[in-house]
C-alpha cells in the first residue's frame, strides 16, 4: 500500500483537483460569495465541519477550493480529511501548516468531531473553522456542540447550505 507523500504539494488524502466550474453558475456563485467573504480574515487553512453527523462536507470544501481557483488562487489544495484514518491525523495537519507557512491557501473537508474525534486535532490546528449547516436536518443544539467541541475560538462563522449543497446567500 501506498503511504501518503509529506510534501507539501500534494494531498495527503488522495484527492482529484476539480475542475473551475464556468462563471454564472449557481453553484459556483454561491461559493464564490463564501469565499469573498472569508477573504477579510488572514488564514491559509480553512476547514469545513458539518454541524451534524450524518451530513458529508466533501463536496462543498471541492465547491469552496473551486471557488477560490476561479477568484484568483490558483494553487489552493483541496484535502478531503472525511475518511482519514487517525494515524494521518498529523500528516493533514503537517501539510497545512507547510502550506500556510509557504502562503498556500489549503480548505480541508472533515467529518463531524461526534462522528471522528480527529476533525477537532484538524481543526483546531487550522487558521479558522467554517461550520457548514444543513438546512431542515439540524438540530441547534448539534450545532452548538460542534462549535463547543472544536472551540468557538477556532470558528470563521457558519454558512447555511441547501440539500444540494448550495449555500443559502440570500437575506
Do not use: C
Request: proline letters at 9%.
Amino acid at each position: 500500500m501506498e503511504q501518503p507523500s509529506t510534501s507539501p504539494e500534494r494531498s495527503p488524502v488522495s484527492t482529484p483537483r476539480p475542475t473551475p466550474a464556468p462563471r454564472g453558475s449557481a453553484a459556483i456563485d454561491g461559493w464564490a460569495h463564501v469565499w469573498f467573504t472569508a477573504q477579510p480574515h488572514r488564514w491559509s487553512t480553512l476547514v469545513i465541519v458539518p454541524a451534524t453527523p450524518r451530513f458529508r462536507v466533501s463536496r462543498l470544501a471541492e465547491a469552496l477550493a473551486t471557488a477560490g481557483r476561479t477568484y484568483g488562487e490558483p494553487d489552493i489544495m483541496l484535502i478531503d480529511a472525511t475518511d482519514a484514518r487517525p494515524e494521518a491525523i498529523a500528516e493533514i495537519v503537517a501539510t497545512g501548516a507547510q502550506r500556510a507557512a509557504a502562503r498556500r491557501k489549503t480548505v480541508i473537508a472533515v467529518r463531524s468531531p461526534y462522528a471522528d474525534p480527529g476533525a477537532i486535532a484538524i481543526a483546531r490546528a487550522a487558521d479558522v473553522t467554517l461550520l457548514a449547516v444543513p438546512l431542515g436536518a439540524t438540530k441547534i443544539a448539534q450545532a452548538r456542540g460542534t462549535i463547543e467541541l472544536i472551540g468557538r475560538e477556532h470558528f470563521l462563522g457558519a454558512v447555511t447550505v441547501d440539500r444540494n449543497g448550495h449555500p443559502r446567500t440570500e437575506s
